[in-house]
């Protein structure tokens, strides 16, 4: 478990199971720092080995989600060395290098992947104002709900700066290449409802019923279920959708299915046929030894 005390989030995990990320920093709209980066990828480590918590909800303090980069930080404040110089070849080949990992890749981009990597169910609740790396971030989260005060905003076009936190492969899996490519090149900030119509939000609440709906939801998600299965399923969704071709999802799942049958599946089988609920007993923090089976995921962020 992590020692980090978080000074940018807080972190709380109740009776039923669910996790709460809370941006924390109201005073600033929840501005993203880079030391909110290295919270937020603690943090989603944490969770994951966390086998009290069953779902991650992520929300904000204050009125707003997350507006953005915090442009009023020292230097460069997206937390680039400008007198490095690298490749993408580079990054691939040396994602570890002290030099590559804090000078070079994106802050944003460090945080989605700890968030895809992460074995719990993961939702947003946008409760006002996200815009850059507060509407980026969300795209690596299984659900998004907002809040009708939420205005939501790709607007790195507007900075003079590209797209980030890995969103040019989350935002065109969420909404299509057509919409995602309408969201970066108009760096138009969105009412709720506008980015419900295209597919980004699953569902839009009053204020006051934001958090209640997105707790509805968790517990729906996990309540009598195998966190092993669950852990995989998550994985293996994402993973499979980008395959080249569906022999690939078909060499997993064989694993998994062997793997889980061996475990929770004899429970849930045995619950079954003897019409009780079942008690898992596996947990997302012992996976089996092939997950994850794509040698990148472990690179820590």
Not at 70 to 85: A, C, H, M, P, Q
Not at 163 to 187: H, I, N, Q
Not at 196 to 202: K, M
């Amino acid at each position: 478990m992590s020692g980090m005390t978080y000074e940018t989030l807080t972190y709380e995990v109740d009776g039923d199971g669910i996790a709460t990320i809370t941006l924390d920093r109201p005073e600033a709209m929840n501005a993203f720092t880079v030391r909110m980066h290295e919270e937020l990828i603690d943090v989603f480590g944490r969770v994951s080995v966390d086998d009290d918590a069953k779902v991650v909800i992520v929300t904000g303090a204050g009125r707003a989600f997350c507006a953005g980069m915090d442009l009023s930080s020292e230097g460069n404040v997206f937390g680039i060395d400008e007198e490095r110089t690298a490749t993408p070849a580079d990054i691939r080949e040396r994602p570890l290098d002290p030099e590559l990992l804090d000078g070079i890749r994106d802050t944003g981009g460090k945080v989605t992947l700890a968030i895809f990597r992460c074995t719990k169910p993961v939702i947003a609740a946008i409760n006002g104002p996200a815009v850059g790396i507060g509407a980026t971030m969300p795209c690596a989260m299984d659900f998004r709900l907002a809040s009708t005060k939420a205005r939501i905003g790709f607007v790195f076009g507007r900075l003079g700066i590209v797209p980030e936190a890995a969103s040019s492969w989350f935002l065109p899996r969420v909404v299509g290449v057509e919409s995602a490519l309408e969201l970066f090149y108009t760096a138009e900030i969105r009412t709720a409802e506008q980015m419900q119509e295209i597919g980004y939000l699953r569902s839009v609440h009053e204020p006051e019923d934001l958090l209640p709906a997105a707790r509805e939801l968790a517990l729906r998600l996990v309540a009598g279920r195998s966190p092993v299965a669950t852990a995989l399923t998550r994985w293996m969704v994402y993973r499979n959708s980008a395959a080249t071709h569906p022999f690939d999802a078909h060499a997993v799942e064989s694993i998994a299915m062997q793997q889980t049958s061996m475990g929770d599946g004899k429970e849930g089988v045995a619950a079954f046929l003897e019409k009780r609920d079942p008690e898992f007993t596996g947990k997302a923090s012992e996976l089996p030894a092939f997950a994850p089976w794509d040698e990148r995921d472990e690179i820590v962020p």
